[in-house]
């Protein structure tokens, strides 16, 4: 079965600071995975996929994470933290590239707090 | 361009009552997926339409949940019997059959059972 583990349910980082969120992912064949945003009261939207391309994935809003299948991980980073950035974060992954029956399988999420 | 459109935003009950909540995903899209989300966690998988087939039921929560799509577009969410437990945000997500599982969000549906 597929699974996703995020490590931190809060962190938090001052304004200009390095964001690093962190997720580990389980699955039985390559996976793909996914990031997601969401604001209070908002739907989620996504921030960056890996679907086996390049590795390194670049996102929306200055994000990017990195996939590393010796280490079963996909980090989600931001060079410089944003007030804006404040959110929930979550990961998830998607095993059935042709059609799984379960879609996304999330991660219990990452509340990011942007200290000015 | 319009996304996916969940109604009603915010629903009060009394324990015991039905609700209804609903879906219209993205014109194009053919999948669309039913997800619960309790406060502090990540979004729960429910059930899933394949067009108007549902191909994936078995994570409803109870018998009291059950879902529709009767003509492969719009989706209902209906919840008998209320329970304080079935507080939480409903969400509705669409995509395309066989995409890399990208799927579009709605903004959700808040139940709270009085």
């Known amino acids: 079965a597929q699974s996703v583990t995020q490590l931190g349910s809060h962190v938090s980082v001052s304004e200009g600071a390095l964001v690093l969120l962190r997720c580990n992912y389980s699955?039985?064949?390559?996976?793909?995975l996914f990031w997601y945003v969401q604001y209070p009261n908002q739907g989620l939207q996504l921030l960056l996929k890996y679907t086996s391309a390049a590795t390194l994935v670049k996102g929306i809003n200055g994000f990017e994470a990195e996939f590393k299948k010796s280490e079963t991980s996909f980090h989600l980073t931001k060079p410089s933290a944003h007030m804006s950035d404040a959110a929930e974060y979550f990961c998830a992954v998607y095993m059935n590239a042709g059609g799984g029956a379960d879609g996304l399988t999330f991660g219990k999420g990452t509340h990011l707090i942007i200290q000015p | 361009d319009t996304g996916v459109s969940q109604n009603p935003r915010h629903k009060i009950t009394k324990r015991g009552q039905n609700v209804t909540f609903r879906c219209d995903p993205i014109?194009?899209?053919?999948?669309l997926y039913w997800y619960r989300q309790t406060l502090g966690q990540g979004p729960e998988f429910l059930t899933y339409f394949q067009n108007e087939a549902q191909l994936e039921k078995s994570r409803l929560l109870s018998d009291r949940f059950s879902a529709e799509r009767p003509k492969g577009s719009f989706s209902t969410l209906e919840i008998q019997r209320t329970e304080q437990g079935d507080s939480a945000m409903y969400l509705c997500?669409?995509?395309?059959?066989?995409?890399?599982?990208?799927?579009?969000f709605g903004e959700g549906s808040r139940l709270t059972v009085l």
């Open positions: 014109s194009e899209h053919n999948r």
């Open positions: 699955s039985s064949v390559p996976p793909y």
């Open positions: 997500a669409s995509s395309l059959a066989g995409d890399t599982g990208e799927l579009f």
